[in-house]
């Protein structure tokens, strides 16, 4: 409930004051909501089977219940709606939320080293960004 609340917020902060564009909500919504699953799988993948550390023993649904609890600033996304407040609130909600997914990893994963957390973190982050900017490519691409 908190990641799609979250993604709410993202959506709704992303279409602007007065503007009820009901496509950007939903288009903003659905992609926060497929971001943060795209990033949830790929930190599972990457902190237990590429970089665990010899204690590791984590289950998908114990991960993604503390990688949700993470997710909860990104509710404050909705002030995005003043345009004029649209960036810093996304740019600080983000670092926000990767703060509170590093130490979300690091306990669900039972890490002993944060600045692994960290880099499995912003492993899962960048390529969760390369796959939605490739889907951003494939369906904003005009079909002749």
């Known amino acids: 409930m908190v990641v799609l609340l979250s993604s709410v917020a993202a959506g709704v902060g992303s279409v602007g004051a007065g503007v009820f564009d009901v496509r950007g909500i939903v ?3 659905l992609g926060g909501l497929t971001g943060w699953v795209a ?20 289950n998908l649904g114990e991960l993604l219940r ?16 003043i345009p004029i407040l ?5 740019f600080v909600t983000a670092c926000w939320m990767l703060i509170a997914t590093v130490v979300a990893v690091r ?3 039972d890490y002993t080293s944060t600045a692994r957390a960290l880099g499995v973190c912003v ?3 960048a390529f969760s960004l390369a796959i939605a900017a490739g ?9 002749s």
Do not use: S
């Open 107 to 109: 306990h669900a994963l």
């Open 66 to 81: 503390t990688l949700a609890f993470a997710a909860t600033p990104g509710l404050l996304r909705v002030v995005g709606a």
């Open 39 to 58: 990033w949830a799988a790929l930190t599972y993948l990457i902190g237990t089977r590429v970089l665990p550390e010899p204690q590791t023993r984590a």
């Open 27 to 29: 288009v903003g919504t």
């Open 86 to 90: 649209r960036w810093p609130a996304f």
């Open 123 to 125: 492993l899962g982050w």
């Open 135 to 143: 889907l951003g490519i494939l369906f904003a691409t005009p079909v």
